[in-house]
């Protein structure tokens, strides 16, 4: 999502697109101006913009849902396969987590409804010509909702139904079960949706069979990866034996730590003991690729908002530090004096260690 940039605010959340949604809309009004000059480019284009416009209101039923419940909605982004909400968290009690899917394609039937309402001729015909300008702009509209609800009860975890599913299951099972369960039948419908794109030159379903698949791992590794945190405290995965620069170190310093260890981050601490940053690999061997002079410090390229938490707390609440973009988290006294720190990449040591 580094690619995303935003267009403001809008009921709390920001609203994102990411570039290549740009390249799916070149790509749109560029054909349709080759079958039917400009007159179709401009017809097309907005009609892929009002579908867009369809699918943000999808996502905003996810979101001003989960709200409900206490749960933010950071910020929602545009791609060519849909829309996207990055909620801060999913709701754990089953009934709440069907409530919350439900509301993306309960709005997509909203708009269909209304639009049947209005007299918009919405024969399922329709959906067969959608690509055509046979039928009219809000006839199209109307049945690609219609078809955009149905889509997104498909069983293909995360998509809506996948979490209906996982949600129905977790009332008779762990929710770690359920997630497994509910992710294999995504990567299963995910290979469906990827041979089915194959055979029939679709791109776009190739693509959506691609972030299905990958996304259902990614979640079910993150839902047991919590299980697990629930139980631990922050001083059972922190780092403790870890080398350290300090304010007058410089680049070059910092460089010699890198090739000496196997550390990816480097805490910078005062006199005291005192967490001033981190420096990350990623920053020195950018600094460096630019020919920035080794002998400037490494204050200078060093990240400083890195969360601090006691001893005493729970690994989770680290590992939503982790999600947000922090390097580490680091783990202080009572007085502010570091003692270790926890990444990522222990977390998911401590994972394997675990058994999970």
């Not at 935003?6 to 994102?16: A, C, H, P």
């Not at 913009?49 to 001003?64: N, R």
Request: proline share 4%; aromatic share 8%; hydrophobic share 50%.
């Amino acid at each position: 999502m580094t690619w995303s940039f935003s267009l403001g605010r809008l009921f709390g959340s920001e609203l994102k697109v990411h570039v290549t949604f740009f390249l799916l809309i070149g790509w749109i009004g560029i054909s349709a101006y080759q079958m039917g000059g400009w007159p179709s480019a401009v017809e097309n284009t907005g009609f892929v913009l009002a579908l867009f416009a369809c699918v943000v209101a999808h996502e905003y039923g996810h979101a001003l849902t989960a709200r409900r419940y206490g749960i933010r909605t950071p910020d929602i982004t545009l791609l060519p396969i849909g829309g996207l909400a990055r909620l801060d968290r999913m709701p754990e009690r089953p009934g709440q987590e069907i409530v919350v899917a439900l509301a993306g394609p309960a709005v997509n039937v909203a708009i269909w409804i209304v639009l049947t309402l209005l007299g918009v001729d919405t024969r399922l015909e329709t959906l067969t010509s959608i690509d055509s300008a046979e039928p009219d702009f809000l006839s199209r509209l109307a049945m690609v909702n219609l078809f955009l609800a149905v889509f997104n009860m498909i069983p293909a975890f995360p998509m809506d139904g996948g979490r209906v599913l996982r949600a129905a299951l977790s009332l008779t099972m762990d929710r770690v079960r359920a997630t497994r369960i509910a992710a294999a039948a995504g990567q299963l419908v995910a290979l469906l949706f990827g041979f089915a794109g194959l055979s029939g030159g679709n791109p776009v379903l190739v693509l959506i069979a691609v972030f299905v698949f990958i996304a259902a791992n990614a979640e079910a590794q993150d839902v047991a990866m919590r299980a697990v945190t629930r139980r631990l405290l922050a001083r059972d995965a922190m780092i403790t034996r870890f080398e350290t620069l300090g304010p007058t170190d410089t680049l070059a310093t910092a460089a010699q730590a890198v090739l000496h260890t196997t550390q990816h981050e480097f805490p910078v601490l005062d006199g005291d003991g005192q967490l001033l940053g981190f420096v990350t690999r990623a920053r020195l061997f950018a600094a460096l690729a630019s020919d920035h002079p080794r002998s400037d410090s490494a204050e200078t390229v060093m990240e400083r908002d890195i969360p601090q938490v006691p001893l005493s707390s729970g690994l989770e609440t680290v590992l939503d530090a982790l999600y947000k973009g922090a390097p580490a988290v680091a783990v202080t006294t009572s007085e502010g004096r570091m003692l270790g720190y926890v990444t990522r990449e222990n977390v998911g040591e401590l994972m394997v260690i675990q058994g999970r």
